[in-house]
């Protein structure tokens, strides 16, 4: 029977890539110490790269969250949040990840964002990802306050909800 291009299948239904000795080969490989230390080689290459792409992300965010558009607001910020470990930034990653579960969860409950709490974040990802050595050492500490804040907030959105 035919598939359409929009009905894939269960992946069970396609035959292996590889045979079982090719994928622990390939797998060996993967894992190998050469290969991590060449894929090392190459992120460290890209890191001002992948910095500039978070800084171009977080002018965008920063458009986004002044005209209240909460889709792009949240679209740029999943991006921070999976560029900005990569690029060296891991309070910049940590903080986006805490604004994008409070978009995610708000949406959820068909509610518009407190302005305040996103302002918070985006204040945080701007100071996160320009200032490394604010970041390094006050970073983690942002983070935890910002996610308390975050599971309070959608405490009481969550009440507000059932009312």
């Known amino acids: 029977m035919a598939r359409r ?8 239904d396609y035959p292996p890539l590889l045979s079982e000795a090719g994928r622990k080969q390939a797998m060996a490989k993967l894992k190998s ?6 894929a090392s080689r190459v992120i460290a290459l890209k890191t001002a790269e992948l910095r500039g792409a978070v800084l171009a992300l977080v002018d965008e965010l920063g458009a986004a969250m002044r005209a209240r558009d909460w889709p792009t607001v949240f679209s740029a910020t999943h991006e921070i949040r999976g560029l900005a470990g990569t690029a060296g930034l891991v309070a910049t990653g940590r903080i986006a990840n805490g604004l994008c579960h409070y978009l995610d969860s708000i949406a959820q409950l068909g509610i518009e964002p407190d302005a305040a709490v996103a302002g918070l974040h985006l204040d945080a990802v701007i100071r996160s990802a320009r200032t490394e050595d604010d970041a390094a050492r ?14 309070r907030k959608l405490a009481e959105a969550k009440v507000s909800a059932r009312r």
């Open 5 to 12: 291009a929009d009905d894939a299948g269960p992946a069970g």
């Open 33 to 38: 110490s050469e290969t991590l230390a060449r």
């Open 138 to 151: 006050h970073g983690d500490a942002v983070a935890q306050q910002l996610a308390a804040l975050v599971a």
